[in-house]
């Protein structure tokens, strides 16, 4: 494993060595790539790759405003993909699925639909600060041919704030910017925990109503 980036004898496993291998061998464009595979694949959590590559920065593997450009360029393009899928994959055949789908009803898409008219500047700026969210956030946004510049506004103005207290945070920290780990990990297992409740929450009271009619 390359240690050019932390510049210690300490291995670094997992995604951080990962991440260090990617920015190692790639420079800016690993930064970009490693943030951008987290929308795509929401259980890469940036919050810990957005630090190191403050710290790498802090090293002089790149610069800062450098980092800062480069991860929030892979957020957008992230979420500029998961948008397309969205978006082409088109508003008829969702409620086709939706229609035919267990415990879910096309009113539930008429009132998310209406919920996103309302909303949806909004989800999709603070959705960006949001693990897991910030990834499927982009397609019904996509599905609800939100307009593709002013996701594109919102998307780059919600990512170079978050990604800018990670970054500058790791820069900052230095050797230490491991951190920050605890914390991201904690909020990540909160927006889960919250999201597997709405769920069960969801599950259960369907239930009960298809009984009642029964």
């Not at 979420?79 to 082409?88: F, K, R, S, T």
């Not at 539930?108 to 919920?115: C, G, I, K, V």
Request: proline share 5%; net charge positive; glycine share 8%.
């Amino acid at each position: 494993m390359s240690t050019q980036i932390l510049a210690s004898d300490a291995p670094v496993d997992g995604l951080a060595g990962w991440t260090v291998d990617l920015m190692d061998k790639l420079g800016l464009w690993g930064a970009a790539i490693a943030v951008g595979l987290d929308n795509v694949f929401p259980p890469i959590p940036s919050e810990i790759i957005l630090p190191l590559a403050g710290f790498a920065a802090s090293q002089g593997t790149f610069s800062l405003a450098g980092a800062l450009i480069a991860t929030t360029a892979g957020s957008v393009i992230g979420a500029m993909l998961l948008y397309y899928v969205g978006y082409y994959f088109g508003r008829d055949r969702l409620r086709a699925i939706i229609d035919k789908t267990p415990l879910l009803k096309i009113s539930d898409l008429d009132r998310t639909e209406a919920w996103f008219a309302k909303h949806g500047a909004q989800a999709v700026f603070f959705g960006r600060m949001v693990p897991i969210f910030r990834s499927v956030i982009s397609i019904p946004a996509g599905v609800e041919r939100m307009n593709p510049l002013k996701f594109f506004a919102l998307t780059l103005a919600g990512s170079a704030i978050w990604n800018s207290i990670f970054v500058v945070t790791g820069y900052r920290l230095g050797a230490s910017w491991n951190d920050v780990e605890p914390y991201a990990a904690a909020f990540q297992k909160i927006v889960i925990v919250v999201v597997l409740v709405a769920i069960v929450l969801f599950v259960v009271v369907r239930l009960r109503s298809a009984r009642h009619r029964d």
